[in-house]
């Protein structure tokens, strides 16, 4: 089953605009992961967020985290037809399962207009 | 360097055989997971490798499904009597670490079962 819930599923923007994706989870979580998908290919870890931390910058990229209400938002600004693809948020519930491995939300569909 | 190959890409299997899918990880990475990708979904935990040990195989389906990592290196997952539900993208992922940080992703399976 999905960990988490993305929003919006889908979201159009024009280039040069900037795109927000909102993530919620359920689990106690040691850090917490975005990956963005191109249409046809593998997954490529863009950011890792710890617990402890509440904002993260890389490059075009802002991450947000609120553990108390369990959400990370995603920033990418001035966004690039290139930036068209599917993000993901993953996290990990190794603090309440023990269990190593990645649980993913159901996606963001980004599509930039050139 | 080299990143996560897979092979083969694209399986087309009738229902009832057998399949063998292969993952080659980077070089030196000590965890190997594999994941079930649905159409529109994000990829759902099967099993994760840490060396040549399979610690956790909660994700597996069914008892249809079998991995193993024989020397801790390259990992074959496969699917015994293959039905039509098995249809999906197969998603390895390999990592460096011994605990949820990012993962390196391989392009995947996609396996058709008719």
């Known amino acids: 089953s999905q960990q988490g819930e993305e929003d919006p599923q889908a979201l159009s923007i024009q280039e040069g605009e900037n795109a927000t994706m909102n993530c919620s989870y359920k689990?106690?979580?040691?850090?917490l992961q975005w990956y963005r998908q191109n249409s046809g290919r593998g997954l490529v870890h863009l950011i890792l967020?710890?617990?402890?931390?509440r904002e993260k910058h890389s490059g075009r990229l802002r991450v947000t985290l609120d553990t108390s209400k369990k959400s990370s938002s995603l920033l990418i600004t001035a966004s690039r037809a290139a930036d068209t693809a599917s993000y993901f948020c993953?996290?990990?519930?190794?603090?309440?399962?023990?269990?190593?491995?990645?649980?993913f939300g159901s996606g963001t569909r980004l599509q930039v207009q050139p | 360097g080299a990143g996560v190959s897979q092979s083969p890409r694209y399986k087309v299997a009738k229902r009832g055989q057998d399949v063998a899918l292969r993952c080659d990880p980077i070089?030196?990475?000590?965890?190997l997971f594999w994941y079930q990708q649905a159409l529109g979904q994000g990829p759902e935990f099967l099993t994760y490798?840490?060396?040549?040990?399979?610690?956790?195989k909660s994700g597996l389906p069914s008892d249809r499904f079998f991995a193993e990592r024989p020397e801790g290196s390259v990992s074959t997952l496969k699917i015994q009597r293959t039905q039509q539900e098995d249809s999906a993208v197969y998603l390895c992922?390999?990592?460096?670490?011994?605990?949820?940080?990012?993962?390196?992703f391989g392009p995947g399976t996609r396996l058709t079962v008719t």
């Open positions: 992922a390999s990592s460096p670490y011994r605990t949820t940080y990012e993962q390196y």
């Open positions: 689990t106690s979580i040691n850090n």
């Open positions: 967020i710890r617990s402890n931390e």
């Open positions: 993953a996290t990990d519930a190794e603090k309440d399962t023990g269990r190593r491995a990645l649980t």
């Open positions: 070089s030196g990475h000590v965890s």
């Open positions: 490798f840490q060396n040549e040990a399979q610690l956790d």
